[in-house]
């Protein structure tokens, strides 16, 4: 019998996912969990890798047309109300204010006092406070189109929470849109699919499908919703971005009205679309391994840390000094063509400092020692590669190549992703195959099972809610590009 493999992250995905899916965040240090109630403190190494998504996502939307905006946190109950499918969708998810002060009790403790008129709902999302606006704004074709994003915090208050996938508070943009046809509105729709994505594929390595949802799994009181699934190691599916048609439901609700160009009047067509901070939750359940995360180059906190080592004291002026004029020449060379994050860890901490990385999942980690210096080299681990693979190279070819390099880490995790996801697909045609295919291998692991189905559906609300009851799985998409030749009636599963 061999020895068990040492792995920093201990249970291991293989033992136990959800648990091994919190180590991560532990070990990577990018979060940690709040005294609130199903919230989070977004560390500094976690909250690098949303400010660079910010950044992308930011210009992908401005290069589309669209401006950024702010509205208000607070949602008076009325407006909500408004909206009948839009109020009964997010009702039991709605924090509610309903006083406006505190003040000392009979018992000497704090009491609220000075109850509102009219209670707030704390945002769960903007539709009807931005309808409010939108109907200001809007009197004549000429206003349209409007396109608003909005970077903010949303309340969402969840039974059942896990970091970055599903927290009672998170970060997240929601666009916001108005237009004088239905045409227009379903093409920013789907333009926003793309960038969406665009951005999970090109910088998060992560691969998805695009499609459409059913009418049951559809945001509350939209036309038509279109999402991103994205596959994860557990096998199961991760919705990471959406994108709404709202039709005129909500420029009904709001009164968003406008004189055409042959001066009739008519109410806009509104779109809704947004990603969040889940979008980490799944960049770590898509590459992590059990020895932690491993970041896409393209959204990495960092990109190189360069670890001098010191045995003797006499060394460290030497070692010290290359390092540094080595990380200022990386910075300086790559500052205009691509912003990379260069890190000097020089703790003496022995063979933990290098595990510590590993667990953060930097790119690429760089060893220099007296003998390095010696021979102008540097020694150079790749997160994409076994822990203890490393290679010595020339330190002017390290630098020279070190874009390349990063390039070919990305590449890599994407591969990686796609297969896995093409290995764990199956297109099925019969309910028996359908069945054994989503019974977990592992009864004692119920996590994990065989992936992602392709199979044809009879269109029945009651076929898929049947489905969802008898396999606890559900129809995640209905895939943009879909072989229609392989449609009809889905056989339902016995009973």
Request: negative net charge.
């Amino acid at each position: 019998m061999g020895s068990k493999v040492k792995t920093a992250i201990t249970p291991t995905r293989a033992e136990d996912y959800p648990e091994w899916y919190q180590q991560v965040i532990n070990a990577s240090d990018l979060a940690e969990r709040s005294p609130v109630r199903g919230c989070m403190v977004i560390k500094p190494w976690g909250y690098a890798i949303w400010e660079n998504i910010v950044c992308v996502l930011d210009d992908m939307f401005k290069e589309t047309g669209v401006k950024n905006a702010y509205f208000p946190l607070f949602i008076p109950l009325s407006f909500f109300e408004k909206e009948a499918q839009h109020v009964e969708g997010f009702a039991t998810e709605c924090a509610v204010v309903t006083h406006h002060r505190l003040e000392k009790g009979p018992e000497g403790g704090l009491v609220p006092a000075g109850p509102l008129t009219e209670p707030l709902v704390v945002r769960p999302t903007s539709e009807t406070i931005i309808g409010d606006s939108f109907s200001k704004w809007v009197s004549s074709y000429r206003d349209l189109p409007i396109l608003i994003n909005q970077w903010a915090n949303v309340v969402r208050w969840e039974m059942r929470t896990r970091m970055f996938l599903r927290t009672s508070e998170f970060l997240w943009q929601e666009g916001h849109t108005a237009h004088a046809t239905k045409e227009e509105a379903i093409e920013r729709t789907k333009l926003m699919l793309e960038v969406y994505a665009r951005m999970a594929e090109d910088y998060l390595a992560m691969p998805v499908i695009q499609g459409r949802k059913t009418a049951a799994e559809r945001f509350p009181g939209a036309v038509d919703t279109f999402c991103i699934e994205a596959m994860m190691q557990d096998r199961k599916a991760l919705q990471a971005g959406t994108s709404h048609f709202l039709g005129q439901n909500f420029a009904r609700a709001s009164g968003i009205k406008f004189q055409s160009a042959e001066e009739s009047e008519d109410y806009v067509w509104t779109t809704s679309w947004g990603a969040s901070t889940r979008l980490i939750g799944g960049l770590i359940m898509t590459h992590g391994d059990d020895d932690g995360l491993i970041l896409p180059p393209r959204v990495a906190s960092a990109h190189v840390v360069l670890m001098p080592i010191v045995r003797k004291p006499e060394d460290r002026e030497n070692v010290m000094g290359y390092t540094e004029r080595l990380a200022q020449r990386l910075r300086e060379k790559y500052y205009h063509h691509r912003k990379i994050v260069v890190e000097i860890d020089d703790r003496d901490i022995g063979g933990a400092r290098g595990w510590d990385w590993i667990k953060k999942g930097i790119p690429l980690r760089v060893e220099i020692g007296p003998r390095d210096i010696a021979q102008d080299s540097v020694f150079v681990g790749r997160r994409d590669k076994a822990h203890n693979e490393k290679v010595s190279l020339k330190t002017e070819q390290f630098v020279a190549e070190l874009a390349n390099i990063l390039d070919e880490i990305q590449g890599n995790l994407f591969a990686r992703a796609a297969a896995y996801a093409r290995d764990h697909t199956l297109t099925i045609e019969d309910a028996r195959t359908f069945s054994d295919f989503f019974t977990p291998q592992n009864l004692e692991k119920p996590e994990i099972h065989g992936g992602f189905a392709r199979s044809p559906w009879c269109g029945e609300e009651a076929c898929e809610l049947k489905i969802k009851e008898n396999q606890a799985v559900t129809i995640r998409c209905l895939p943009l590009e879909q072989d229609r030749e392989s449609g009809g009636h889905y056989p339902l599963p016995a009973a």
